[in-house]
């Protein structure tokens, strides 16, 4: 992304920013539709905090290119494996209580 971004400043056009969110939990997975159009898709509440996770990244996201936040679960389960930045408890829409949000 960071290179892109430099070839697209030195081409005159904007900057591209990209944001991810990341939640641990149950999906379900399945294709949907009619014949002739069918998808496969992913559902749950799950996925709903993902994105939630992601449309938050517009508020918390700084100057990175892109911002990959993700819940306290996942954050836990990858531990040993990321160094994932605290940054406090946030209300995300759809959840009853405000959850710990961590930045990659």
Aim: proline residues 3%; neutral net charge; contains cysteine.
């Amino acid at each position: 992304m960071a290179s892109g971004n430099t070839e697209r400043r030195c081409a005159g056009l904007p900057e591209i920013r990209g944001r991810i969110g990341l939640h641990t939990g149950e999906v379900i997975v399945g294709n949907i539709g009619a014949p002739g159009r069918i998808n496969c898709t992913i559902v749950g509440n799950t996925v709903n905090v993902a994105n939630r996770l992601e449309q938050l990244g517009k508020d918390l996201g700084g100057t990175e290119s892109v911002t990959i936040l993700l819940c306290a679960a996942t954050a836990d389960a990858a531990r040993a494996a990321i160094d994932a930045v605290a940054l406090g408890t946030h209300a995300v829409r759809g959840q009853h209580e405000p959850m710990a949000v961590y930045r990659l």
